[in-house]
């Protein structure tokens, strides 16, 4: 079929009083098509008359495609049960000119930033093989919007400590940020409202004061608007987990962090230029980073277990034994776990990222096996025999030494004995005792006993 040019070329030209023959050796068409256009004065190409095989089934077609819940297969297996003779193909032909079942198509957006005016970040779960075993993990990425350059990490949940976290490495990573973040309404940035509405959790909100930005949210349904970092996702995912295995989540996020590098200073065909050669020109209007920037925590509050042990997000850090019971303040951070008991005692663990119950003991937390535990500060019962009886704090040394009993429990019963029974009868017993070289204290108590028998009892004295 000629098209509309070419009808109008012979149209114009038989007007000029060229011959039909002469037309079609030019225009390289046989001499009944010029025949016809010149019979018809029309470019317009004439319909051609052709029946649908569908159009006497369009009614059944209707019923069936709602029925069938939009699958074109299961109308024309129905159709074809039916009685009717038509192949697949034809139905579905049918089926797109007549718009059944089909939306109309929208056009793609285009957005143009300028330099430093915005970076997109959001998420995305994918699997992956770490460690020879599968993981899900979150991929968290971050763009700017004119250069293109990406920083993506992988993290195995993603809360507001891990958003500030990966915010944090990707400002650094930029050496800079935009005055704008754009998010796609995640509960993790958002407190209430979408899109223009958007109202920020105050935490995040005061997050992106301190870099200077503000978050921003997308209208629900409009992808286009964060195209720039929804794109990245399909080519980390056929790209760099292609075929990778990694150790740990160091080695992965490590690895990640020289990939970024590596494809940021090559050629994209999509934007026909190098992402790093456009960060050239984007890096001056970014803004800088403050002079001092704060290393991210999440702060707990926990009780030290019997065992010794600190649990957060169920793995286990040890601390010393001496803070068995005391309330402790943990800061987790990337890489660390600080326990801070007091003013001046701390201990520092190397975080496990996985919540995977496992116990984390550092070898001077746990005494020599037969040495025991070398206290150095004195107990609180010791501390209350100074003040009460400071005259035996000779026996009381010598007790803890030499005496078989638990040393605490002793300290107790020495301390009651004291509250309970006259002072005088207890120095005096406790003086013999000590000059005996008797740390008994069960036997020193029955000393005790003797000397206030007369004062306190009626003895029968044929017992006496």
Known sequence: MLSQNQRAVILDLHRKGVGKRQIARALRVSRTAVKKVIRSQSIVPPLIPRAEKAEPYRQEILELYARCEGNLVRVHEELLAAGASLSYQALTAFCRRQGIGQKAKQPAGQYDFAPGQEMQHDTSPHKLKMGGQQHAVQIASAVLCYSRILFFQFYPTFQRFDCKVFLTEALKYFNGGCGITMIDNTSVVVLRGTGANMIPVPE??????????????????DANRSGRVERPFTFIQKNFL?????ADWKDLNQQAHDWCDRVNRTYKKHIRAIPWNLFATER????????WVPEVYRLHHRIVDVEGYVAVQTNRYSVPVAWIGRQVEVRESKDKIEIQCGLRESVCHDRVIDAIAKRITLPEHRPVRGKGINRTDPRPEEKTLEQVVPEIAGYVAAVKKCGRRYITLALRQLLRMAREYPREAFLSAVAEAAHYGLYDLDRLERMILRRIASDYFQLDPKNK
């Open 204 to 221: 995040m909100a005061a997050f992106a004061e301190r870099y200077d930005f503000e978050f921003h949210a997308h209208k629900i349904g």
């Open 242 to 246: 292609a075929g990778r295995e990694f």
């Open 284 to 291: 001056p209007h970014l803004k800088p980073l403050p002079i």
